[in-house]
């Protein structure tokens, strides 16, 4: 050791330091460099829309859903039913709400700038404009969704599985953006949380349809579980202090116990009798399931939920999306709840959709896109968007089993309101139960798929206060699947 | 015109990240040639001057330098690396080797003594320091011993020159050559 | 018997190979190239040609070459590449300057041609580095003296308390100090002497950082903290006290956390900006969202809108020059620091005593360490601290002593140069 060589070694330390620093410079950039841009603090934006026209958004069938005239005042699709039904995805003028209009405004005003089209510009002597941009969503099916939904809050996404792109995202309380500038002076009231697309960021308790992750998980974990065979008998009984699980009804007599029990029971309390894993998940035995997933413990619960996306940070490139989380229960009462889709979990649509996605495309989930491409007012291509994969949350084997247990699910049991004459529907239902205001509510869920090469398509339902998944969201995935494909 | 201004701003972006680009190459290039010619000549001078013998005893030879920075044997033999005819010495004395640092070792140390500092060695090998001498039957040599800092801790030395490496056997030419830029820029 | 003269004509050889014909005179024209376009480009961007812009930097381009020939002049060989990295920083940093507000950049002109009559005069006194020394301990006194007059008569600017007013213009004694730290270091640090009698550099050192910390000017102090470690683990290898001063300066930093409250308002900030965007936070948001702003060859110079920054001059020149030229150009900025500090290193192993060597060390552990919190601080790696980027924020003590380091620097490179040159005369 001498100082030469530690002045060597010193320079070698700070060689690093700086590398790191050029590096994560370029990934910080690179991974948030678009939200902070978008961001509503950003003055650029606004001070573009004075020196350029902002481009048009479109969708993917070339329906005008935005665009400025010669005075750069923007206006909106003229179909109120539409223009509602597209609103967060298109976004609005004032930078209140993170849509196309503020994602993409990058490309919309102009910010990528091509020195060759400003020079064609002074040519033509117009003022100049900003690029095209095409979404991938059709605003008509948005459209007939959103009046599927008849008026109550809720959100419906599908997405083609193959390639990640949202064909239908609608969301609902909406607003309208025709008439941001009244909301922001408070001239005209907006229900509290239009803003907000509860498709890509709604928080929700999954209930039923978050047995897809437990079905993942004992798959995973309990060996050889598609052969064994479990007892149904409706309802599960726990110890109120500890939480820990008695047995079933069949074992225990109620009575007997004082009022120091907690139960745990199937949907308006149906035995189910002698199931295997497929039967109970396509009838949706609440019992099955959570005697599964004490079996696999609520940590294996977490990490499967984490694989499959649910509490997973979503990073991406298109659109701002949460992915909801799975708490651990702390007791075999709150583990068991957990493991049928209530105590604390949450989802949302849209990590529903790519889970069901995934699973239709053997097991990998496409990264959402809903930036279809970017044109110049001259027709060239600036951008067009590439299709790849996000993330791999099952194995191949694993989707297949689940592509049958929901194909199932849709046949014969509690998705049958969701099969589509002719073709292949895969899914599961949801009743997410919660009490508001005492009295007890349930959230109706459906997510699925077309098991479909010309229809490759996803689609997660939830209609708030809706009822039962069966009864409600599965037949409007029904006939959403049915507009799509004629 | 407003227009123009910004044109000619979007087309010079590339310029200036290109002209950026360019230079800070060519600095990075010359910067890394100098520090590989640089661990080259420090490699040439390990090999060259990292310790020397200077003659004491005999007046004579007062004065002449051996390099001994690699194996190198003492005695009156003729195929001894450092050859000194005097009766004194045996004819093969000595071994100077290196292995972290220089030693000295007597060939048949029963027969011929050797002495470091005025203290006989023996038949171990003998570490040598800077400054020291060398008894060898009636020759005197002072060691030299030409490297970088020791540990702060070792109070070893306490020299305040700090020896300049390659004092005496480097060609002045070598040295013009690795200073990579023309003096007058051309 | 000498070496072999065999040796010689293998090494000659080799030494043809690595040759390479390099002009320095070639790369610093291309540097006034990069600098008259800059100027160029600003001189209509106003509309109508105004040439204010021209002129300006047809006078900085004049300045760097008079310089160049001068040094070439009076000290014949010195570190061209270091001067090459040195010139570009200061034309790119007087060209955002003048881009951002003529005025600034005229001072700073002003604080240039000052800080390059101290740096000629800084080169020469290393030549008499056994006469500089000498004065170590009134440096001590005075360094001390001037910190804890700060205390008294200091201005507070920024949150820290670390300027004076002298004759009408604020100087930050803090930048000069430093300097003064290094140099004390580097004296006592030379001999071989037992820890007692380092006694006293470190405890002038510790005795300035704590003075630092009372004035608020925490980024100095953690400079100056590092820098003192960084310089004693090289010159002693002892990596026992130095971790020992590391792990106190972390739980300084942790009792400082706990403590004071603009030091936990300031990690708070770091963590999470966009949580106190209309005070706080506010700076850091707007400089991000600038970075971001840039794409990857920037805005084009003049069509940024750095200006809402605050502190866009000094402290946040960074995310300027990121959304005017680009994030390849901040790459490539950050690299002009690597070769910055590459040449100061190679002229600190090249340095002709070890006194020499530490201090130039010293000074460029400076230069590193202040440009790397100061971007560190701006792109969110570290949080944010209120000290400037060498050569190119506004600021006349900063730019002064930057000039003040480059000229100890040159002058230890022209040094070493010269005796080499003339050892081997001897042989």
């Not at chain 2, 003998?126 to 002072?142: P, Q, S, W």
């Not at chain 3, 360490?369 to 924020?393: A, D, E, M, N, R």
């Amino acid at each position: 050791m001498n100082t030469r060589n530690l002045i060597k070694a010193l320079l070698a330390l700070f060689l690093c330091m700086f590398i790191v620093l050029s590096s994560y410079l370029v990934y910080v950039v690179g991974k948030h460099g678009p939200r902070w841009f978008a961001s509503p603090y950003n003055i650029r934006i606004r001070t573009q829309k004075s020196n350029i026209i902002a481009g048009s958004i479109l969708d993917r069938n070339g329906v005008v859903l935005a665009y400025s005239d010669s005075n750069s005042l923007r206006h909106y699709n003229s179909d109120i039913s539409l223009r509602l039904s597209v609103s967060h995805i298109v976004g609005d003028d004032y930078g209140q709400t993170l849509g196309a209009e503020a994602l993409y405004a990058k490309y919309l005003l102009g910010f990528d700038k091509n020195a060759i089209e400003m020079i064609k510009h002074i040519d033509q002597n117009a003022a100049p404009t900003g690029n095209y941009c095409v979404l991938t969503i059709d605003a008509s099916l948005c459209k007939y969704a959103y009046e599927q939904l008849d008026g109550r809050n809720g959100a419906i996404i599908v997405m083609n599985y193959k390639t990640g792109e949202i064909l239908v995202c609608t969301s609902s309380p909406n607003f309208d953006p025709k008439k941001m500038e009244r909301y922001i002076a408070k001239e005209i009231e907006l229900e509290e949380g239009a803003m907000i697309n509860r498709a890509t960021s709604g928080l929700y308790v999954p209930g039923s349809v978050f047995k897809i992750v437990t079905t993942v998980a004992a798959l995973r974990y309990i060996k050889d579980v598609e052969n064994m065979e479990f007892e149904c008998t409706g309802e599960l009984i726990f110890d109120k202090s500890t939480g820990k699980l008695l047995g079933d009804s069949k074992e225990i007599d109620k009575d007997e116990l004082t009022d120091k029990y907690l139960t745990l029971i199937d949907f308006q309390g149906e035995e189910h009798g002698t199931v295997t894993l497929k039967d109970a998940f396509v009838k949706s035995c609440n019992s099955t399931f959570a005697r599964l997933a004490l079996q696999i413990g609520s940590k294996n619960l977490y990490k499967t939920a984490k694989d499959l996306g649910i509490g997973k940070e979503y990073l991406f490139a298109d659109i701002i999306a949460l992915s909801g989380s799975y708490t651990e229960g702390r007791s075999e009462y709150e583990t068991a709840w957990s493991g049928v889709g209530q105590y604390k979990d949450i989802v949302t649509p849209i990590s529903m959709c790519l889970l069901a996605g995934a699973i239709a495309n053997d097991g990998a989930a496409m990264e959402p896109r809903l930036l279809k491409s970017v044109q110049t007012s001259t027709g060239a291509e600036v951008y067009s968007a590439a299709y790849r994969q996000s993330y791999s949350p099952l194995t191949s084997r694993e989707a297949s089993i689940l592509r049958e247990y929901m194909l199932e699910a849709v046949n014969s049991g509690t998705g049958r309101r969701a099969a589509l004459e002719g073709y292949n529907i895969g899914g599961k239902t949801g009743t997410a139960e919660l009490t508001v205001n005492g009295k007890n509510e349930s959230h109706a869920w459906f997510c699925g798929f077309i098991d479909s090469e010309k229809h490759p398509y996803a689609i997660a339902v939830v209609v708030e206060y809706g009822g039962s998944g069966g009864s409600v969201a599965a037949p409007i995935a029904r006939r959403i699947f049915g507009k799509i494909v004629d | 015109m407003e227009q123009a201004y910004t044109i000619a701003a979007t087309l010079m972006r590339y310029v200036f990240v290109a002209l950026m680009a360019y230079i800070l190459i060519r600095l990075v290039i010359i910067s890394i040639r100098e520090w590989s010619s640089r661990r080259f000549w420090e490699k040439q001078l390990e090999g060259k001057a990292f310790a020397q013998l200077e003659v004491i005893e005999p007046y004579s030879k007062r004065g002449a330098l051996y390099d001994v920075s690699h194996k190198t044997t003492i005695g009156r033999n003729r195929a001894c690396d450092i050859q000194i005819r005097t009766r004194s010495i045996a004819k093969k004395h000595a071994i100077f080797f290196v292995r972290d640092t220089l030693y000295i070792t007597a060939y048949e140390p029963e027969k011929h003594q050797i002495y470091v500092n005025d203290s006989p060695i023996g038949r171990q090998d003998a570490r040598l320091f800077d400054g020291d001498t060398i008894k060898i039957g009636r020759v005197t040599l002072k060691v030299h011993i030409i490297e970088d800092e020791e540990l702060y801790d070792e109070e070893l030395f306490d020299d305040d020159d700090f020896i300049e490496y390659g004092s005496g056997d480097i060609d002045e030419d070598e040295f013009d050559e690795t200073d990579e830029y023309d003096q007058d820029g051309e | 018997m000498r070496t072999s003269s065999t040796r010689q004509t293998n090494t000659t050889k080799t030494v043809n190979e690595i040759k390479m014909t390099f002009s320095a005179n070639r790369l610093l024209i291309i540097i006034l190239l990069f600098i008259m376009l800059g100027f160029g480009l600003l001189s209509f961007s106003q509309g109508s040609m105004d040439f204010e812009p021209l002129i300006f930097g047809l006078i900085v381009s004049a300045l760097f070459v008079l310089i160049y020939v001068m040094m070439k002049g009076i000290f014949h060989d010195f570190d061209r590449p270091l001067f090459l990295t040195t010139v570009f920083l200061l034309g790119l940093g007087l060209l955002t300057q003048y881009r951002m507000n003529p005025k600034n950049a005229k001072s700073q002109l002003f604080m240039l041609c000052i800080g390059v009559v101290l740096m000629f005069l800084c080169m020469g006194t290393i030549k008499f580095d056994n006469i500089m020394r000498k004065l170590t301990v009134p440096i001590i006194i005075g360094s001390l003296a001037i910190m804890a007059a700060l205390l008294v008569v200091g201005k507070e600017s920024g949150g820290a308390k670390n300027w004076i007013i002298i004759g009408g213009r604020s100087f930050q004694p803090s930048e000069f100090v430093k300097i003064a730290v290094v140099f004390v270091l580097a004296h006592y640090l030379d001999k071989r002497t037992k820890l007692k009698k380092l006694l006293v550099p470190l405890s002038f050192a510790m005795a300035i950082v704590f003075l630092l910390i009372v004035e608020k000017d925490l980024g100095a102090a953690m400079l100056i903290a590092l820098t003192t470690l960084i310089v004693y683990f090289a010159a002693t290898g002892n990596l026992g006290i130095t971790l020992a001063g590391l792990f106190a300066g972390a739980l300084g930093g942790i009792a400082s956390y706990k403590l004071f409250s603009h030091v936990r308002l300031r990690v708070e900030v770091w963590q999470n900006p966009w949580a106190t965007y209309d005070s706080s936070g506010y700076q850091i948001v707007q400089g991000l969202i600038a970075i971001a702003s840039g794409g990857l060859f920037g805005a084009g110079l003049g069509l940024g809108s750095a200006k809402i920054i605050p502190a866009y001059h000094t402290d946040y020149i960074f995310a300027v020059i990121c959304e005017e030229f680009g994030i390849i150009a901040g790459v490539l900025l950050i690299a002009f620091y690597i070769v910055f500090i590459i040449r100061g290193f190679l002229i600190a192993l090249n340095a002709r005593n070890r006194f020499l060597m530490l201090f130039a060390l010293g000074c460029t552990t400076l230069i590193t360490l202040q440009s790397f919190i100061i971007i560190g601080g701006v792109i969110k790696l570290i949080p944010l601290t209120g000290i400037t980027l060498p050569y190119i924020s506004y600021g006349g003590s900063s730019m002064i002593a930057c000039m003040i380091i480059s000229g100890f620097l040159q002058g230890i490179a022209a040094d070493s140069k010269k005796y080499r040159a003339e050892a081997e005369g001897k042989a």
